[in-house]
């Protein structure tokens, strides 16, 4: 049994007892196995987790697809509150995040370093391509860019002792699930493109993928790329994609109206996915 529970989002499902805030964290049951996947952005996820009745100082392992605040800034939050397990995320992930605007440039770090985790005595991995956790469950990055429309929008850089520089999101890493029906992907952002990303998995594990969950940053994307991402989805045969943080409002309202092969669903905090 494979359990998805989506600690935080922008959006609230039913349960208005739940707080959303833009972000995103998931918790990932597989067997007795528990993964906290992304943290969000301060202290709602972990308060959230609480109101679920879910702990999460028994976690097995932290994965952070990548740096940004609203996907791992509320980590050092969770490690001051019992969550002890190794950390993994990608190569660079020190490496401060900004955003340009026009002549000035917005932090979207972290707010953390190495140091932390030196202090705390938190083990750190860092997934270049693949890592196995236990067997079934793996961290994927070092994605393929075979799909070239699917770019990062230019704003994000990040900075270097060259100085600013795009940022290509080498640090970004997903989670992958093995099930009786396929691969389950968990996501976090998709800088490196939705589509490049699972079919990177598809090809590593020469697999089919069955599901696909968390943010695609389709928000940004024109009508024409969000037609030829949902036929790709499709022709990959996708069953399930439960898309929600960075997606977007066009891409969530034109997913929710498709009839045609891949079931959509948007994850708010506090709905749950129980996969056999």
Known sequence: MIILRTLLENQL???RALTAEHGLSFLVEVGSKKILFDCSAGKAARRNAKKMNVSLKDVDYVVLSHSHYDHAGGYPDMAEHG???PLIT?????EEKYAQDGS??????????????KKERITHRVCEENITLFPGCHVVGGFERKYEFEKAPARFVRQTPAGMVPDDFADEVCLVVESEKGLVVIVGCSHPGILNMVDTVKNRFGRQIYAVFGG???VEADEERLSMTMDILRDMGIGIAGFNHCTGEMAQKRMGESVDGTVYSHL??????FLP
């Open 13 to 15: 499902s039913q349960n």
């Open 83 to 85: 969550v002890r397990a």
């Open 90 to 94: 990608g190569p660079r992930f020190f």
């Open 104 to 117: 000035k440039y917005v932090y979207l770090g972290c707010g953390f370093g190495s140091d932390f985790l």
């Open 216 to 218: 695609s940053h389709l």
């Open 268 to 273: 708010k905090a506090g709905d749950c996915i």
